[in-house]
């Protein structure tokens, strides 16, 4: 089986290097081709034949990956090796690279859904959230912070998200609302927003709950909305969290397949790409099943 191993070296606290893991498969009698995302032309890797892909990296490797996934229909599993790792997590890909190695020849094939955003900038494919508000402006907040102080490289995966939780609460004590227009389905949600999440996955930032059970395959969003009346309930939803303590996240949600934003005047974040402002409209639409992804819980 000739499995193509695209790796993220700086991904977490970079416990593999691209050797071992190649030893691994190799070992195991797969024909591995590795491909580092950090390099450029990587994408010149799915001109080749190829029968599994293995994405050894975080959310934004993953990300990265899925519309060339979703073009070529090839399957793929996840190696977890980032921080958040919210799509392993809600897709159950959890897995010890000794358990991915060995069922990942065996394992059956699962459809996933996958998301994409119109805008007149052009389109844009999305496997975990897009959003606007609150967790847009903390995304290039922490981007900025982790790049300034290096703590990237000097925390490991578990204290950068507990620092990302306390500084997430910091910044929703001042964060302005967004004036917001837009139709879930034929429904119309206005008023002014910290935050609205429209989400593929279980997780958001910083393993953030937003929903509770969420089945990325079942062709709805899961979409949820911080009224600014409940500022304060969130800053304690939040401050339970970086206690290590459960709780249910103060937001309105409601599930739907498409969403028009008729106008926006907030940040938008685009999986982990964040967008000062966006031109509306923004038209975002699911597509069902569009990723072939190998069950690794199955095998």
């Known amino acids: 089986m000739k499995i193509a191993l695209f790796h993220n070296a700086s991904a977490g606290d970079r416990s593999f290097k691209g050797s071992e893991l190649v030893r691994q498969f190799a070992q195991a009698g797969y024909d591995v081709m590795y491909v580092s995302i950090k390099e450029k032309g990587w994408e010149s890797a799915f001109r080749s034949p190829i029968d599994r892909v293995v994405v050894a990296g975080g959310d934004g490797t993953v990300s990265r990956l899925a519309p060339w996934l979703s073009a070529t229909g090839i399957p793929f599993c996840i190696l977890p090796l980032g921080t958040a790792n919210n799509c392993a997590k809600t897709l159950g890909q959890m897995h010890a690279l000794e358990t991915v190695v060995s069922r990942l020849g065996p394992a ?20 975990e959230s897009i959003g606007l508000g609150l967790l847009a402006s903390f995304m290039s907040a922490m981007r900025d912070r982790e ?8 925390l490991s995966p578990e204290e950068r998200l507990s620092n990302a939780l306390q500084h997430l609460r910091q910044i929703t004590k001042e964060h302005p609302e967004a004036d917001c227009d837009l139709l879930l389905d034929d429904e119309p949600v206005r008023g002014s927003l910290l935050l609205l ?3 593929n996955m279980g997780l958001i930032g910083p393993n953030l709950k937003l929903v509770p059970d969420v089945n990325p395959a079942d062709g709805r969003f899961e979409v949820v909305w911080l009224p600014n009346e409940r500022r304060k309930e969130w800053r304690d939803y939040i401050r339970l969290l970086t206690e290590g303590k459960s709780s249910a996240a103060p937001v309105n ?21 964040v967008f000062p402002a966006m031109l509306t409209p923004i038209s975002v639409k699911l597509h069902p099943g569009a990723l072939e992804l ?3 819980n199955a095998a």
Do not use: M, W, Y
């Not at 996933?112 to 496997?127: E, W, Y």
């Open 197 to 199: 999440e429209i989400a």
């Open 108 to 127: 059956p094939i699962k459809q996933v859904d996958l998301g994409l955003l119109t805008s007149p900038a052009g389109h844009r494919v999305f496997i």
């Open 253 to 273: 949600s409601t599930r739907c397949s498409r969403v028009l934003f008729r106008n926006v005047n907030a940040a938008v974040h685009v999986d982990s790409k």
């Open 147 to 154: 790049r300034k102080d290096k703590t990237r490289v000097r």
């Open 294 to 296: 190998v069950d690794l």
